[in-house]
């Protein structure tokens, strides 16, 4: 036990001279090796009653993942990720050479997009890639359905690895078997253009709100020209096409694609339908809603809308990475955050919290499976406090990080968070690691059944078939698939 807290000493030391390059370095925290008590030595000549029996030993979060001689470690681990270097994925592998100096870790960064993702799969079947991190359920849920990563239960067994212990859920697996471990999540919210909401009148940043609330606010903070047409969007959902579904999460707390008891789609369901019915009519009838349209045929970015004040404010989940880029997208204003919004007043808000979204595990074409191990172990709990600079944020429960702590990772310091951000939204709204959140339990015909939702989302935002008609298309066809699956 001795040795494993002087590794976690050393461990955490490590980390602590990784960060100390930035501005500003996180305070210290106590051990239980660094706390000191006047209970005398015991005396280890006194023999135990003979009736006394020893307590069941607490499970220490992350335990598992320490070795007693880290430069005892050795091997190459080549390493995928759709995060590139500049988000995130650099101070990872600084913080792990320091705490592993014997491993060398060969980075490559792949695209989020099919070809993207083809590629990768392509190169786990032609033994290139030893541990792979995938954004994304969906994704994640390929790779396992096709066994391209490889089962981890003999490690989980060997080591004693309570899943929903370390990371909050253990809903992530397909039948029982977990091929991955969770890295990272998303945080949902809105950005708003702090000047945009200010100038409209709209007082202070809530701290909760509804979907007529937020819509009225994106009819504030609108600007048209002489002919009404709109220069400035007040609002928008994010990019991507399944957010038409996601309230459905805000509300049950469970999958969006699905209802409750996982064995049918949801599609019809009111909550999923009203969203629909509430983007299209914000986006196309108000026009107080950037169109999904215009995302998805002229591949725009709602980041870049936003920081270059064509948009005052968006649903996001990775914007943060962007938020520091003041070279790219120089500005004027701060940003401000909002929670997701719920449908009423009261609800528990299953969008607050830290959604699963990164998966990371071993691949089929592993080479050298123990130094991926260790690279894979360490990643997914000590190292992964630093998807925190991806925007994103860790899911190991045993991340400990402080609101100044926080602001420094992301933002260098907290001078320049305040700069860029302000500060008493972010911390009401951003990174509440004990927030209610969703999970994800069904999985039965999972890339049919999304793949679904956004054909026939899409064909309602075009007008070639009524959200009505669309969704029970969408909804029969699902169903469907989720027979053949069962």
């Excluded at 078997?177 to 990272?184: D, I, L, Q």
């Excluded at 928008?236 to 969006?256: C, L, N, R």
């Excluded at 075009?462 to 029970?472: F, L």
Aim: proline share 4%.
């Amino acid at each position: 036990m001795r040795k494993k807290l002087r590794q976690l000493l050393a461990l955490l030391l490590a980390l602590t001279m990784v960060m100390s390059l930035a501005a500003c370095q996180p305070a210290e925290k106590p051990t239980e090796a660094s706390k000191k008590t006047d209970a005398p030595e015991p005396d280890d000549k006194t023999e135990a009653p003979a009736d006394e029996t020893e307590a069941p030993k607490e499970y220490e979060l992350g335990s598992w993942a320490l070795v007693d001689d880290p430069a005892s470690k050795t091997g190459t681990v080549r390493f995928w990720s759709n995060l590139t270097l500049k988000q995130g994925m650099q101070g990872i592998l600084d913080a792990f050479n320091e705490a592993y100096p014997n491993i060398t870790v060969e980075f490559t960064s792949y695209s989020n997009n099919a070809d993207g993702n083809a590629q990768a799969n392509a190169a786990i079947m032609g033994g290139e890639i030893d541990v792979l991190m995938s954004s994304t359920l969906q994704h994640a849920y390929n790779r396992w359905n096709n066994n391209l990563y490889l089962p981890l239960t003999d490690y989980i067994e060997e080591y004693g690895i309570d899943v929903k212990k370390e990371w909050g859920t253990d809903s992530y697996n397909l039948d029982g078997v977990y091929y991955t471990f969770p890295v990272g999540g998303n945080i949902y919210y809105i950005v708003i253009n702090k000047t945009a909401w200010d100038e409209a009148g709209l007082g202070e940043i809530p701290t909760e709100w509804t979907w007529d609330e937020y819509l009225a606010a994106s009819e504030a903070m609108t600007k048209r020209d002489e002919k009404g047409k709109t220069i400035v969007y007040g609002g928008s959902d994010f990019h991507s096409i399944e957010f038409a579904a996601y309230p459905w999460m805000q509300v049950t707390g469970k999958h969006f694609l699905y209802t409750e008891d996982g064995q049918a789609a949801n599609f019809t369901d009111p909550i999923v339908l009203n969203m629909l019915k509430r983007e299209i009519k914000a986006e196309q009838e108000d026009g107080i809603w950037f169109p999904l349209l215009t995302y998805r045929d002229e591949d725009v970015d709602d980041y870049a809308l936003f920081l270059n004040g064509d948009i005052a404010s968006f649903i996001s989940n990775n914007f943060v990475k962007y938020l520091r880029d003041t070279e790219t997208y120089p500005r004027d204003f701060k940003a401000a955050f909002a929670p997701y919004p719920v449908e009423e007043k009261g609800q528990t808000n299953y969008m607050s919290g830290v959604a699963t979204n990164y998966h990371v595990g071993i691949t089929n074409g592993v080479q050298d499976e123990d130094a991926a191990w260790t690279f894979l172990s360490w990643f997914s709990t000590y190292g992964s406090q630093y998807m925190l600079l991806s925007g994103n944020a860790p899911k190991w429960l045993g991340a400990d990080i402080s609101d100044s702590e926080l602001l420094c990772m992301v933002f260098d310091s907290e001078e320049r968070a305040a700069e860029l951000i302000d500060i008493d939204s972010w911390k009401s709204t951003m990174y509440l690691m004990d927030a209610p959140i969703f999970e994800e339990h069904s999985l039965l015909a999972y890339t049919d059944v999304l793949n679904l939702l956004k054909e026939y989302v899409m064909l309602a935002h075009r007008g070639e078939m009524t959200p009505e008609d669309a969704m029970q298309t969408a909804k029969e066809l699902a169903d469907a698939k989720i027979k053949e699956a069962q």
